[in-house]
């Protein structure tokens, strides 16, 4: 199980850093991410409380 988190928290590093160099150079990408994080994030809450 410690495995698994240690390898979604390194993803999820590399993650964060791939869209953080992509809003640097395309800033108005952030619209987009933001948008799709909140609508991802909305759904799996939602999901989680059913």
């Known amino acids: 199980m410690l495995g ?5 928290g390194l993803l999820m590093g ?10 640097m150079i395309f800033p108005k990408i952030l619209n ?4 799709i994080y909140l609508i991802v994030i909305g759904v799996w809450a939602i999901i989680q409380a059913l």
Do not use: N, R
Not at 4 to 8: C, G
Not at 14 to 23: N, Q
């Open 14 to 23: 590399i993650l964060t850093l791939v869209f953080g160099i992509i809003v």
């Open 32 to 35: 987009y991410l933001v948008g």
């Open 4 to 8: 698994a988190l240690h390898v979604s």
